[in-house]
T-cell receptor, first 116, second 109 residues
Framework: EAGVAQSPRYKIIEKRQSVAFWCNPI?????LYWYQQILGQGPKLLIQ????????DSQLPKDRFSAERLKGVDSTLKIQPAKLEDSAVYLC??????????????FGPGTRLLVL | KNEVEQSPQNLTAQEGEFITINCSYS?????LHWLQQHPGGGIVSLFM???GKKKHGRLIATINIQEKHSSLHITASHPRDSAVYIC???????????FGKGTKLTVNP
């Protein structure tokens, strides 16, 4: 079974530029998550989708971050414009949704973003 | 105060030693997860548990719901166990995970 795919793996941009990340979850997984992991910290949930609907985006900085999952499969996360503090690893994860509250999430390799 | 606290932050051991990493949480949970993160960012789920104990190979995870505490044990540690071990809790409903900051484990040969 193929895992969660993410691209690009690395990205370096200057502040105020825009950047987009792509995620393709495991086939059949209804739930998709985007996390931000700043160096030395645990991941922080940015947004959670179930199929193509948003379940939780309470910690997404909506003035600069946006995400979509139009067909309920792959997803894109965009930052526009980027700030220095956005430098982090952006992780995508997916889960099948067998039982509420008892899901195993499968993580992609992450996209490492450096904003200069 | 973070909802999920891990200790220690950093741990260095010699190959073969028995290792314990602790996790305490302050909220009601539906499940607790232990994850492993290797350099380069990839995260692998090790355990998901809501009571008692689970074992997989040399890894053992325990949870005490009353005390809001979990431990991850590694027996006969090996250099390939070197990684960051992250504790996370889910609170049911949307399955949102709240993560600890991780414990960086280094096992020297």
């Amino acid at each position: 079974e193929a895992g969660v795919a993410q691209s690009p793996r690395y990205k370096i941009i200057e502040k105020r530029q825009s950047v987009a990340f792509w995620c393709n979850p495991i086939s059949g997984h209804a739930t998709l998550y985007w996390y931000q992991q700043i160096l030395g910290q645990g991941p922080k949930l940015l947004i959670q989708f179930q199929n193509n609907g948003v379940v939780d985006d309470s910690q997404l900085p909506k003035d600069r971050f946006s995400a979509e999952r139009l067909k309920g499969v792959d997803s894109t996360l965009k930052i526009q414009p980027a700030k220095l503090e956005d430098s982090a690893v952006y992780l995508c994860a997916s889960s099948y949704l067998l039982e509420q509250g008892r899901e195993t999430q499968y993580f992609g390799p992450g996209t490492r973003l450096l904003v200069l | 105060k973070n909802e999920v606290e891990q200790s220690p932050q950093n741990l260095t051991a010699q190959e073969g030693e028995f290792i314990t990493i602790n996790c305490s949480y302050s909220v009601g949970i539906s499940a607790l997860h232990w994850l492993q993160q290797h350099p380069g960012g990839g995260i692998v789920s090790l355990f998901m548990l809501s009571s008692g104990k689970k074992k997989h190979g040399r890894l053992i995870a325990t949870i005490n719901i009353q005390e809001k505490h979990s431990s991850l044990h590694i027996t006969a540690s090996h250099p390939r166990d070197s990684a960051v071990y992250i504790c996370a809790v889910s609170r049911g409903g949307s399955e949102k995970l709240v993560f600890g900051k991780g414990t960086k484990l280094t096992v020297n040969p």
